[in-house]
T-cell receptor, first 109, second 112 residues
Framework: GQNIDQPTEMTATEGAIVQINCTYQ??????LFWYQQHAGEAPTFLSY????GLEEKGRFSSFLSRSKGYSYLLLKELQMKDSASYLC??????????FGAGTRLTVKP | EAGVTQFPSHSVIEKGQTVTLRCDPI?????LYWYRRVMGKEIKFLLH????????ESGMPNNRFLAERTGGTYSTLKVQPAELEDSGVYFC??????????FGPGTRLTVT
């Protein structure tokens, strides 16, 4: 079967660092994505990994290990506005995108 | 640059009725995708257009759903007849490069 697993909820403190993990088992792999979605809004693209390693983009970084079927999104210097759901998605065969259920991150003062 | 737009933003219909959702992608984006998020579940892929051609419609739940993209510009997703389980948020996304999809605001469909 195909699974994309990520924690349901996480809480962190403003200014801290948080790591959101994602494990996947899919038929085919053409890349892994992280999206941010605020309540009632559309998902917005954060990052894309297709090769193993770390991709850094400002306060956000994303890591991929294809052999382990594992990725994480690292958020540094957390801000209150970072409170949102973070969606892990895998681009598989047949050009379809499969999403995890999302991790709801709450940033507290 | 205008983003992906979707119409309507909300739709409330009765079971058995027909609803048509519209998506206008970012100008110049050949790739257009439809997704659906049912309450409490993850976002699920429905189908993918490249210009006016259906590249992959493996995610379409059944034959009550019909997607079109005449002329390779905007797309419509028709649900006929609607059932209670069709309620959810329908997202459209477009991209030029396949890995960077821009999502529209979604259409919230409620079937009563």
């Amino acid at each position: 079967g195909q699974n994309i697993d990520q924690p349901t909820e996480m809480t962190a403190t403003e200014g801290a660092i948080v790591q959101i993990n994602c494990t996947y088992q899919t038929s085919g792999f053409n890349g892994l994505f992280w999206y941010q979605q605020h309540a009632g809004e559309a998902p917005t693209f954060l990052s894309y990994n297709v090769l193993d390693g770390l991709e850094e983009k400002g306060r956000f970084s994303s890591f991929l290990s294809r052999s382990k079927g594992y990725s994480y999104l690292l958020l540094k210097e957390l801000q209150m506005k970072d409170s949102a759901s973070y969606l892990c998605a895998v681009w598989g065969n047949n050009n379809d995108m499969r999403f995890g259920a999302g991790t709801r991150l709450t940033v507290k003062p | 640059e205008a983003g992906v737009t979707q119409f309507p933003s909300h739709s409330v219909i009765e079971k058995g009725q027909t609803v048509t959702l519209r998506c206008d992608p970012i100008s110049g984006h050949d790739n257009l995708y439809w997704y659906r998020r049912v309450m409490g579940k993850e976002i699920k892929f429905l189908l993918h257009f490249v210009k006016e051609s259906k590249q992959d419609e493996s995610g379409m739940p059944n034959n009550r759903f019909l997607a079109e993209r005449t002329g390779g510009t905007y797309s419509t997703l028709k649900v006929q007849p609607a059932e209670l389980e069709d309620s959810g948020v329908y997202f459209c996304a477009s991209s030029q490069r396949s890995y960077e999809q821009y999502f529209g605001p979604g259409t919230r469909l409620t079937v009563t």
